[in-house]
């Protein structure tokens, strides 16, 4: 059975950063794409960036060039380094594994999900 078990958020200000771990078990990241997704009140799940089985990485307009997506595959652990975060970056964050080794930015071709952490920016 896989588990994914997410830590790392937090309240941070306007500017600040925090990093997201996502705990793997049951499927090594290694071998699967995987991604972090993000869902603020009253909004839809959003994609944030993947990555695939061998490194390659994507990541979603608005994260761009402030956020960072990386996994220790001896650790079986996935990570995401925010920086310069905004007030418009408060949501849910979600890691999840996808049924393919590269990943995509589509929530459906994620088959497994964690229960999510808290990410509140402040102003």
């Known amino acids: 059975q896989v588990h994914l078990v997410e830590s790392g958020g937090g309240l941070v200000r306007t500017g600040g950063s925090l990093r997201l771990s996502c705990a793997a078990s049951g499927r090594t990241v290694a071998d699967y794409g995987m991604g972090w997704f993000r869902q603020a009140p009253g909004k839809e799940r959003e994609f944030v960036a993947r990555?695939?089985?061998?490194?390659?990485?994507e990541y979603g307009d608005s994260v761009k060039g402030r956020f960072t997506i990386s996994k220790d595959n001896a650790k079986d652990t996935l990570y995401l380094q925010m920086n310069s975060l905004k007030p418009e970056d408060t949501a849910v964050y979600y890691c999840?594994?996808?049924?393919?080794?590269?990943?995509?930015?589509?929530?459906?071709?994620?088959?497994?999900w964690g229960q999510g952490t808290q990410v509140t920016v402040s102003s």
């Open positions: 999840a594994t996808s049924r393919y080794y590269s990943g995509t930015s589509n929530a459906r071709d994620y088959d497994y």
């Open positions: 990555i695939s089985s061998i490194g390659g990485s």
